[in-house]
């Protein structure tokens, strides 16, 4: 380790020493008498007020992947980067208009898990098979992502590098996650909020010292992005193409201007319906508190247009640009321009903010993904007797061996491999829009008929994503694909598909006079606002014994 | 409020709860919250209005500056829908109101 810098590694380490007392203390905040009951360790007592929403919330949506992939595909290929910014303005008017109703339906009918109101509303299990098992498919190389961020700073601190011996090279990475690991596993859900208040605070800090310091450094922001528009219109003598787009273009040249807004508004739709991101919404005590923080969360969405820009800062700066060429990895320009930029305890504490920012949201998902399972495959498939008990501690093993899949996921595979998968997860998950969010409006659609529709909707983007190519790779080169002519995000087609078939089906279904399954909701449950949670459904055996 | 306690009828007479619906007895608040979402959705899903270099804002091609402003804006408007909501769950006619 002889280029590591003791300073940010100390900061780094003090850190994160203190994120870890954090998360096994929070099993005491706010406790329960019953601890052992999935409202309690999986969604933190369903109690959490505006502010921690906020943070919780905050922390699930923006992570380390954000910080790092953003600024990356900026630094790469330009404007098309935005779209991440325009994503997460559209990704709230979205979410107000149906994130109410899921969390009043699940509030009622105490339900964990989207799933869960899935066999609620069409007493169907097998899709709510399917909303768990796209939901843990598009949650798994997700978690994975968040440990190639911790990664990319690990790498640029020089953590692990400088030994030949795998072992030893990801020997950091193995303790963090562990670590991570572990105090879920005993915390449950309020682990990561309470880790949320550190790990934003220590963001907020860092985002904006660089957006004021660094541009002085570099010449000014005029500087900045007169150098960034020459780089990007400059032709690639590789490809013969410009290296990317300044601005959105009309034209067929990189990026057009339908790609960004197709890319923005399918993965505004898909934002919310990620396991991990109901998990943090559900875990809010008050319809209002949710309503209230689509205005507020917005905060975030600033810092992440300004975190985007950091890849054009990257550019400007020879160092951290030779640098970046150097490694030809785009992923490490944002942890480059930090070491460069910023004296050594600064860089600690903004590496500390990137790492600890990977813990927080890969916590709620892997316990997202770990309910799913839980609930709707476990249980609904093989004891559907499960007491709160015994659904409790599957979650909690379930917690860890996502994890550890993910693990091995992140140190076994290469990087694009995942972050591909993570493309097509979100592909994946917005196949649940018909399902979800039309099914909290309305129950014409035939169950059967929204299957099929998803199963069509699956099939093409994973199709059609793995036929993308570019000039350097055969497959999977991007998320989105030529449909008529134009540049379309490949989720929203596959959407288009899927509601079309879902559509058709119903009628063929209904003229068939196909069973429709029971619905146990009713109209008014969907806006209602009950202070106080239902009682524990009775789960017939072996309710746990209340300790203290 | 504004709308009379004798507005329309609610298209759902069947609901077990028989709540009169809050769009039916709110209507202009209905469609100004329907307006505001769907505009500040619009206002970046359409590319074409700010995908432009200038006018320059400071040193910030519009581009950039429009879609960093545009974050508060949006906010604000959600926040307005919030307390128009709030209206609407007052209900007309007295009773136990239901949202939205």
Not at chain 1, 153 to 166: E, I, P, Y
Not at chain 1, 186 to 214: C, E, N, Q
Not at chain 1, 418 to 428: A, D, E, H, K, P
Not at chain 1, 496 to 505: D, F, P
Request: aromatic residues 12%; glycine residues 8%.
């Amino acid at each position: 380790m002889s280029h590591v810098n003791a300073t940010t590694f100390t900061i780094v380490v003090i850190l994160f020493l203190f994120v870890t007392f954090i998360g096994f203390a929070a099993a005491h905040w706010r406790r329960a008498d019953d601890m052992m009951h999935l409202n309690e360790w999986g969604l933190g007592g369903r109690g959490f007020g505006t502010f921690i929403t906020w943070f919780l919330l905050g922390g699930d949506l923006y992570t380390a992947y954000t910080f790092i992939a953003v600024p990356a595909l900026v630094f790469g290929a330009g404007s098309i980067g935005f779209f991440a910014v325009s994503y997460t303005i559209m990704a709230f008017p979205v979410a107000f208009i149906f994130l109410p109703r899921l969390w009043s339906i699940c509030r009622v009918h105490n339900y964990v898990t989207p799933a869960d109101f899935i066999r609620g509303r069409y007493g169907s299990r097998g899709m709510s098979l399917a909303m768990a098992f796209t939901g843990i498919l598009a949650l798994m190389p997700y978690i994975a992502l968040q440990l190639v961020g911790i990664q990319s700073v690990l790498t640029v601190m020089g953590v692990g590098t400088s030994s030949n011996n795998t072992f030893i090279q990801d020997l950091p990475l193995v303790i963090a996650f562990l670590v991570l690991a572990i105090f879920t596993y005993v915390s449950g859900l309020r682990a990561p909020a309470a880790i949320s208040f550190v790990k934003d605070t220590l963001i907020y800090v860092f985002v904006l010292v660089a957006v004021f310091y660094i541009p002085t450094r570099l010449g000014g922001w005029g500087h900045i992005f007169g150098t960034a528009q020459h780089h990007f219109t400059s032709i690639n003598p590789e490809t013969h193409k410009p290296y990317g787009t300044f601005i959105p273009t009309q034209h067929a040249v990189g990026s057009t201007q339908l790609d960004f807004a197709s890319l923005a508004l399918g993965s505004a739709m898909a934002l919310f319906l990620y396991p991990h991101i109901v998990t943090g919404a559900l875990a809010s005590k008050r319809r209002k508190y949710i309503k209230r923080n689509m205005s507020l969360l917005p905060a975030y969405s600033i810092l992440l247009g300004l975190i985007a820009l950091f890849g054009y800062m990257a550019i400007t700066d020879p160092v951290t640009a030779a640098n970046v060429k150097k490694s030809g990895n785009a992923q490490l320009a944002v942890p480059y321009l930090f070491q460069h930029m910023f004296p050594p305890w600064f860089a600690g504490i903004a590496f500390a903010g990137i790492i600890i920012g990977a813990l927080v949201p890969a916590a709620i998902m892997a316990i997202a993904a770990a309910n799913l399972f839980t609930r709707n495959i476990f249980k609904e498939f093989f004891k559907p007797d499960a007491s709160p008990v015994l659904e409790t501690k599957m979650s909690q093993w379930a917690s860890l061996v996502v994890k550890i899949g993910a693990l091995l996921f992140a140190i076994e595979l290469p990087h694009t491999f995942s972050i591909n998968l993570q493309l097509l997860g979100g592909v994946w998950i917005l196949q649940v829009f018909p399902m979800l969010v039309g099914g909290l409006y309305t129950r014409w659609f035939h169950r059967w008929a929204l299957l099929a529709g998803w199963l069509a909707g699956m099939l093409y983007g994973t199709i059609a994503a793995y036929n993308v190519k570019n000039a350097t790779t055969s497959h999977w080169a991007s998320s989105s694909d030529i449909v008529f002519g134009h540049t379309v995000y490949i989720g929203l087609t596959a959407l288009v598909i899927n509601a079309v078939v879902a559509t058709l089906l119903t009628l063929v279904f209904k003229a068939t006079k196909a069973p429709e399954g029971t619905d146990e909701t009713l109209p008014h449950q969907y806006t209602a606002d009950p202070e106080d949670l239902p009682a524990p459904a009775p789960a017939g055996v072996g309710l746990g014994t209340a300790a203290d | 409020m504004a709308a009379s306690s004798s507005a329309p009828r609610g298209p759902q007479d069947s609901t077990i709860t028989q709540v009169k619906s809050p769009v039916a007895a709110h209507p202009i608040t209905s469609a100004a919250i329907a307006v505001l979402i769907t505009a500040s959705i619009l206002g970046t899903l359409i590319v074409p209005i700010y995908a432009r270099i200038t006018p320059k804002i400071g040193d910030w091609p519009f581009f950039y500056f429009y879609l960093i402003a545009y974050i508060p804006v949006a906010a604000i408007i959600l926040w307005v829908v919030a307390l128009l909501q709030r209206r609407l769950q007052q209900p007309a006619d007295g009773g136990d109101g239901a949202a939205r």
